[in-house]
């Protein structure tokens, strides 16, 4: 079956420094999405992407957080410059062609900021 | 409550029992997904039920919609250990575009062997 693959699977990064955390969503798929979890707390929405471009973010997503697909394949988000808060699962997922169908999620990226 | 509410937050039973998790939310919704995660590993998805549905099963799992009351529940027949997990329910909002989906706080399973 075929699944949204994320790297790395674990980071850890000094406070300041800039993280890309990287997602290869399923291939024939069109709208893509962030998501974080802070430890034991919702899976909060980050941002959505479709046609190359951000449908819809979230108050979390401010300046710090960018997202590009670079390529065909994949979807990156980059957080310019961390903070401690910042430390969290992060889902990258992505959903077919027809709104409203399966969003399939990867198996996250978890970013501790020290 | 917000939208995308689980209850109970934490619920134990014994293995071989039913165990039955609820949700509702507060906005008019295009479908809602129910997803298990495995601690500290990611997001499984379950089942998708849409709006003009009522209910829905998959193997051990039966989910019903009640669109008038903005709820949904999902039951787990004949647990075993490996459905120890945590549940969440999801909406997908009507009218959303290129949305994602909104989650609650989950519902934390034990099953006890």
């Known amino acids: 079956e075929p699944e949204v693959t994320q790297t790395p699977s674990h980071q850890v990064t000094q406070m300041g420094q800039e993280v890309i955390l990287r997602c290869v969503p399923i291939s024939n798929h069109l709208y893509f999405y962030w998501y974080r979890q802070i430890l034991g707390q919702k899976v909060e929405f980050l941002v959505s992407f479709y046609n190359n471009e951000i449908s819809e973010k979230s108050e979390i997503f401010d300046d710090q957080f960018s997202v590009e697909r670079p390529d065909g394949s994949n979807f990156t988000l980059k957080i310019r410059s961390t903070k401690l808060e910042d430390s969290a699962m992060y889902f990258c997922?992505?959903?077919?062609?027809?709104?409203?169908?399966?969003?399939?999620f990867g198996e996250g990226s978890w970013l501790t900021v020290v | 409550s917000q939208q995308g509410e689980e209850d109970p937050q934490a619920l134990s039973i014994q293995e071989g029992e039913n165990a039955t998790m609820n949700c509702s939310y507060k906005?008019?919704?295009?479908?809602l997904q129910w997803y298990r995660q495995n601690s500290g590993r990611g997001l499984v998805h379950l089942i998708l039920?849409?709006?003009?549905?009522r209910e829905k099963h998959s193997g051990r799992l039966r989910v019903t919609l009640d669109t008038s009351k903005k709820s949904s529940s999902l039951l787990i027949t004949a647990s075993r250990a490996a459905d120890t997990a945590s549940y969440f329910c999801?909406?997908?909002?009507?009218?959303?575009?290129?949305?994602?989906?909104?989650f609650g706080k989950g519902t934390h399973l034990i099953i006890q062997p």
């Open positions: 039920i849409r709006s003009n549905e």
């Open positions: 999801a909406t997908d909002r009507l009218g959303g575009g290129a949305d994602g989906l909104t």
């Open positions: 997922a992505s959903r077919g062609t027809a709104r409203g169908n399966t969003i399939y």
């Open positions: 906005t008019s919704i295009n479908n």
